[in-house]
């Protein structure tokens, strides 16, 4: 069952948590349906284990003949993976940064993606959808070259892609974040390595504060709401070291161990 983010009369963001059983290895990740008058898109589709479940669910809220757009904030596998599965099911288009426009092919079967891709230049834009507008911030480097935050002015809700992650189950990504101390061992280590540079963050933290947020939603993990847990948030990234912050010669050493054991099956 999907969480209802937002739903008005006309307008709706619906977040899906669990599609991925908890024994797969692959991590938890979120989808989002927004359906705006009739017309919808699907931010960060996900890889093929999502897939049959998001399409069925989708389908209990919306026709899939009026998906519009598929909007991948990178071109990452859990982001994107499922593409030729979309496209066959669906007219929708894929919107995403230019940067993957001739990689984001591979992901699908020969020549599929001709005239269905929407490629998105380094500044983003505003997207239409039904009667209102999806805003395609630029995030470049949290955590990919080319990509993409979504800012949705009706619900006012920003989609973060893999800034603002945790790492938790389906189930307690359903439970939104109001404080945000307690929630940080579940961030920290994944924010360490995988975003870019504290110039990045500190960037896009002064961006991203002009908005009227009323929530931050990652596509892994809990969302995060209330304006003091926001507040902290950007506080949080402005400060945080990561990513070439915390590399250097020690990191970059000729190996000397073998590798190669086989991982203990998980259970
Ligand atoms: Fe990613
Ligand atoms: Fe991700």
Same mark, same amino acid.
């Given at each position: 069952?999907?969480?209802? +983010?937002?739903?008005?009369? !006309?307008?709706?963001?619906?977040?899906?948590?669990?599609?991925?059983?908890?024994?797969?290895?692959? $991590?938890?990740?979120?989808?989002?349906? %927004? %359906?705006?008058?009739?017309?919808?898109?699907?931010?960060?589709?996900?890889?093929? %284990?999502?897939?049959?479940?998001?399409? +069925? #669910?989708?389908?209990? =809220?919306?026709?899939?003949?009026?998906?519009?757009?598929? $909007?991948?904030? =990178?071109?990452?596998?859990? %982001?994107?993976?499922?593409? /030729?599965?979309?496209?066959?099911?669906?007219?929708?288009?894929?919107?995403?940064?230019?940067?993957?426009?001739?990689? $984001?092919?591979?992901?699908?079967?020969? #020549?599929?993606?001709?005239?269905?891709?929407?490629? $998105?230049?380094?500044? #983003?834009?505003?997207?239409?959808?039904?009667?209102?507008?999806?805003?395609? &911030?630029?995030? =470049?480097?949290?955590?990919?070259? #080319? @990509?993409? !935050?979504?800012?949705?002015?009706?619900?006012?809700?920003?989609?973060?892609?893999?800034?603002?992650?945790?790492?938790?189950?389906?189930?307690?990504?359903?439970?939104? *974040?109001?404080?945000?101390?307690? =929630?940080?061992? &579940?961030?920290?280590?994944? !924010?360490?390595?995988?975003?870019?540079? @504290?110039?990045?963050?500190?960037?896009?933290?002064?961006?991203?504060?002009?908005?009227?947020?009323?929530?931050?939603?990652?596509? !892994?993990?809990?969302?995060?709401?209330?304006?003091?847990?926001?507040?902290?948030?950007?506080?949080? *990234?402005?400060? +945080?070291?990561?990513?070439? /912050?915390?590399? /250097?010669?020690?990191?970059?050493? +000729?190996?000397?161990?073998?590798?190669?054991?086989?991982?203990?099956?998980?259970?």
């Amino acid at each position: 069952m999907p969480a209802e +983010l937002y739903r008005d009369d !006309h307008h709706a963001c619906y977040m899906f948590s669990d599609l991925i059983d908890e024994g797969e290895d692959a $991590v938890q990740a979120n989808q989002f349906l %927004i %359906i705006d008058h009739d017309r919808g898109a699907i931010i960060d589709p996900g890889g093929n %284990i999502a897939f049959n479940e998001l399409f +069925l #669910g989708m389908t209990r =809220h919306f026709s899939p003949q009026k998906l519009s757009y598929l $909007v991948a904030s =990178h071109a990452d596998p859990d %982001i994107i993976a499922s593409l /030729d599965r979309w496209l066959t099911s669906t007219s929708a288009q894929l919107v995403i940064s230019r940067v993957w426009e001739r990689f $984001v092919p591979h992901f699908a079967k020969s #020549g599929k993606t001709q005239e269905r891709m929407i490629p $998105v230049s380094d500044a #983003g834009g505003r997207l239409p959808l039904g009667e209102s507008e999806l805003w395609i &911030l630029p995030a =470049h480097f949290l955590h990919a070259e #080319g @990509n993409f !935050h979504f800012y949705d002015p009706v619900s006012r809700i920003l989609f973060t892609g893999d800034l603002g992650v945790s790492m938790t189950t389906g189930a307690q990504a359903l439970r939104p *974040v109001r404080e945000l101390q307690p =929630h940080l061992p &579940l961030m920290e280590g994944f !924010h360490r390595r995988y975003m870019v540079s @504290n110039k990045v963050l500190r960037l896009w933290a002064k961006m991203a504060r002009q908005l009227e947020i009323s929530m931050l939603v990652p596509q !892994h993990g809990a969302p995060i709401t209330g304006a003091q847990a926001i507040a902290d948030f950007f506080d949080w *990234v402005e400060s +945080l070291q990561c990513g070439i /912050d915390l590399f /250097d010669q020690s990191n970059y050493q +000729l190996p000397t161990a073998a590798i190669g054991a086989l991982r203990p099956a998980r259970r």
